[in-house]
């Protein structure tokens, strides 16, 4: 927080000011939506998404044109790599490998209905699907682990000195 | 019953205001990325690349997106895979954005719903056939990173996560659409054909059951396109964008001009020893690579083991600017073999010997490989001789093989030790005289040719050889020619390769200036290097001639009748293989006119090297390495007259003298003097051609056997 409080300290005002009102625009375009459900008027999407995605990138060119410090932010970033990576991976592999399992109970179902051929044909597809998920997944999910726990981190390493071969 | 479906199926209101709520995510993190790397870039110098939009949006539609430069003939699996990948995606990207304009745009404003019917019909079997386009283009990634494994792929954490993120959004997209068609069992739900399949075994779970998994997966799937959307930037995905962009404002001058350094004499910097030197154009080239590795394919320094890799040397510099910016781009891991591996160790380095290595600089042979076979043309050989310029210009570090090089340029004129006077020594031999410029301008003549001998032409003893064929032929063929004679200076190449731009501007200025007081209709050479310096580099200091290469002047003097060939000649018969020069073929792409002259040689048959024209390896050279020992890694030349003789023939036809330097000494190397041997094409044609008899007799030359032997 202490690195994210001292960027924001040296910001100009203008830049500060920028950031306050795309963010305030985010908030406003998210509340439109929001209402716009709720009441169920349509146009409000298109044009809440509009502001929404308009302030973010206005957010985020505000803050990548800016010198305040990036370095230090990218290493609390990595600091926190594992256990980020480990959350992210959770959330996306999750629902996804349980369906892919769980479809099997389907073939013996009370309520199936389907044909041997239909039912062969789509355990054939889940099959396939769940092992180049989880294969594919497994790889990446111990690659991006290795990388962050990596000892000789890319921000630890300010050598100055010629690298060998 | 018309086809269609509910958009936002089973989302409850949170899901519903939630899929626009978290837009501003990947907006923000995309758009932060973008503005840090364009911020970087800014720091360049600056450099006009706005000119000939028409030509450049063109060229970016050609190569990026219709995969002009990526699916090629020698790269057919790669350019196959990425295709299938990025025209799938592009497919599933516009489906999702259908999707949009009927929710939120068709329907709420404007009351009319297109989502129906056939076109919906088509939509499904189009999107279907999408994420299978995307899951066999990440197959066939994986089987390349993991079982073909090309030495010229490396793979890193980045190149995995990528792929694992495709194949999981296109699986979650499946997966939901599978449990939406189990519950509502659409009649014509066989259109999804991926999907339908799977719904069959979903359907035998309880309703309830179904529901639930569509909503963890639905959620699972928006936060997955999040976050693979806010990756984007800070990994290799963010190709699209800065390999676009590096497209669009790619060269658009010949690959063979290297850029002059404006007002030298005031220049407060010399060369690149800061990120700040490159210009923004090169700042933007780093960024542009997606470590593909086909740099690395045709790279001399690459195949025979050297330090440089072209594509590692670009990432170190791009891993640099984003240590500088403080930001990600795609790091990899460290403690690996590659230079890539190490991207992204701190900001805090010299970018000559804390980023960049001095061998890597010194390995290259400016042979324009990496260039040509880059997909987003990367100008890798502009980034190192502008590094090599601060070394030799500021720094006075420089292989001290080349000291005697600058030496003789700047006293002789030459790289070699020999005075101007000597330049016309190899006319000697010659049978009939020849004129030289200064004579035929006093004379108040023209002649129709100048012939630009070149240094190694007029100092070497093997590649006068050359010279003389050359001058006989166009004696013989009735050519109207001269020579500069002892006026003829370096053109400055091998300085301007070495980085030694202060000389190479003195050499040119000079050479101009003597070639402009003649009138002449063309220039020809027999000298590639010369023949780039003078068609691509003169102009620009106002020296504007017609330049041909002798290969493409005997070429039309065969195709003209004015050289006849004898099908008796006694010359050696059987397979001839010829070398495609890196600054004929590929920065000059005169591929053509060298094979039609050999395949024109009575009784000879032109084998092709595995490696051939705008593929063609290096002889090890170019760049100034013929003047610097080679103690790196294994001898190019080697390699290269290995790959000759595999062909089969007897015979390396050449067609330069730096070339045939290094063949020669290949040749000795392998220890294949007794078998194998190389000659210029003009050496060639010259004993395969019906000479007049005031030439044939007593010319000093012998000529049983086809050589022209030194008398």
């Known amino acids: 927080m202490d690195s994210i409080s001292a960027l924001w300290d040296r910001l100009t005002g203008r830049r500060r000011h920028g950031l306050i009102a795309a963010g305030a625009a985010i908030v406003a375009g998210t509340l439109l939506i929001a209402v716009g459900e709720i009441w169920e008027w349509g146009w409000t999407r ?120 | 019953m018309t086809p269609t479906r509910e958009i936002l199926w089973n989302i409850d209101l949170t899901g519903q205001i939630g899929v626009y709520a978290f837009l501003f995510l990947p907006f923000v993190l995309i758009a932060f990325g973008l503005a840090r790397r364009v911020w970087m870039w800014r720091t360049g110098r600056p450099e006009n690349r706005f000119d000939r939009m028409t030509d450049r949006v063109w060229g970016a539609l050609r190569d990026s997106v219709m995969h002009g430069r990526i699916a090629r003939r020698s790269t057919i699996y790669g350019g196959v895979m990425h295709l299938l990948i990025f025209w799938g995606f592009i497919l599933l990207f516009i489906g999702t954005v259908i999707v949009l304009i009927e929710h939120d745009f068709t329907v709420p404003i404007l009351g009319y719903s297109f989502f129906q019917g056939s076109f919906y019909l088509g939509y499904k079997a189009v999107m279907n056939t999408a994420g299978l386009m995307v899951i066999v283009g990440v197959l066939m990634a994986v089987y390349r990173r993991y079982i073909l494994r090309p030495a010229t792929v490396e793979t890193a954490p980045d190149d995995v996560i990528l792929l694992a993120l495709l194949v999981v959004l296109v699986v979650q997209g499946f997966v939901v659409q599978a449990l939406r068609l189990a519950v509502e069992q659409d009649p014509w739900a066989s259109w999804s054909y991926v999907s339908y399949p799977m719904a069959a075994l979903f359907q035998g779970l309880p309703e309830g059951t179904i529901r639930g998994l569509h909503t963890a997966n639905w959620w699972s799937h928006m936060i997955t396109t999040n976050i693979f959307l806010g990756y984007f930037a800070y990994s290799k995905m963010i190709h699209p964008f800065t390999s676009l962009t590096n497209v669009l404002f790619r060269r658009l001058q010949p690959l063979g001009k290297l850029e002059r350094i404006r007002d030298i004499e005031e220049a407060e910097s010399l060369g690149v020893a800061r990120l700040e030197d490159f210009t923004w154009a090169q700042l933007m080239n780093v960024d542009a690579c997606m470590h593909c590795g086909r740099c690395l394919e045709y790279c001399p320094t690459f195949q025979t083991n050297k330090p440089l890799r072209p594509r590692d040397l670009v990432l170190e510099v791009a891993g640099y600017m984003a240590d500088r910016g403080g930001i990600f781009s795609g790091e990899v891991g460290q403690g690996a073999k590659s230079a890539r591996f190490r991207a992204g160790a701190g900001p805090d380095r010299d970018l000559i010997g804390g980023v960049v290595t001095q061998a890597e600089l010194w390995d290259c042979t400016t042979c324009g490989a990496c260039m040509e076979h880059c997909p987003v043309y990367i100008e890798h050989v502009p980034l190192i001789v502008g590094m090599r310029q601060n070394l030799v210009l500021e720094q006075a570090e420089f292989p001290v093989e080349v000291t005697n090089v600058f030496n003789n340029m700047e006293r002789l004129s030459s790289p070699y030790q020999f005075t101007p006077n000597q330049r016309t020594d190899w006319a000697r031999r010659l049978e009939q005289p020849v004129r030289e410029m200064a004579d035929v301008a006093a004379a108040g003549e023209q002649v129709e040719v100048l012939f630009f001998v070149g240094c190694l032409g007029s100092f070497d003893s093997r590649n006068q050889r050359t010279t003389l064929a050359l001058a006989r032929i166009l004696q013989q063929a009735g050519v109207n020619f001269a020579i500069l004679g002892k006026e003829e200076t370096c053109t400055g190449d091998p300085a301007k390769r070495i980085g ?26 027999a000298c590639p290097h010369c023949f780039n310096a003078i068609a691509n580099e003169y102009p620009e200091i106002g020296g504007n001639y017609e330049v041909v290469h002798h290969s493409q002047l005997i070429n039309e003097l065969i195709g003209s009748g004015k050289i006849k060939l004898d099908p008796d000649s006694d010359m050696m018969r ?56 080679e103690t790196r890694g294994t001898r190019i030349n080697q390699a290269r007259v290995r790959e000759a003789m595999d062909t089969g023939a007897t015979m390396l036809a050449a ?33 395969a051609m019906i000479k007049s008899p005031k030439s044939a007799a007593g010319n000093g030359a012998r000529e049983s056997n086809g050589a022209i032997e030194e008398v």
């Open chain 2, 500 to 525: 030694n731009e202060y000389l190479a501007q003195m050499m040119a200025e000079q050479t101009v200036e003597t070639l402009n007081q003649y009138s002449f209709k063309k220039i020809v050479t």
């Open chain 2, 655 to 687: 067609a330069c003298p730096f070339c045939m330097t290094m063949f020669e000494d290949g040749i000795n190397g392998v220890g294949a003097e007794d078998r194998f041997q190389v000659r210029d094409i003009a050496e060639l044609v010259y004993d």
């Open chain 2, 574 to 629: 059987g397979k001839v293989t010829y070398h495609d020069p890196c600054y004929l073929g590929r920065y000059n792409k005169v591929y053509d006119e060298p094979r039609e002259v050999v395949e024109a040689l009575p009784g000879v048959e032109l084998a092709e090297m595995r490696r051939n024209r705008n593929r063609s390896f290096c002889c090890g050279g170019g760049g100034g390495r013929m003047f610097m020992e």
């Open chain 1, 46 to 165: 298109l044009v809440g998404a509009f502001v929404i995605s308009a302030s973010g990138t206005l957010f985020g060119v505000l803050l990548g044109w800016s010198e305040p410090g990036w370095s230090r932010i990218r290493c609390v970033v990595r600091r926190s790599a594992r256990p980020v990576v480990l959350v992210l991976a959770a959330i996306i592999l999750a629902p996804l490998i349980v369906g892919l399992v769980v479809s099997f109970a389907g073939l013996f179902g009370g309520d199936q209905e389907a044909g041997v051929g239909l039912l062969v044909a789509g355990s054939v597809v889940m099959v396939f699907l769940l092992a180049v998920t989880v294969g594919l997944a497994a790889e990446a999910l111990r690659l991006a682990l290795r990388a962050a726990a990596s000892k000789n981190s890319p921000d630890s390493a300010r050598s100055n000195g010629k690298h060998e071969r």
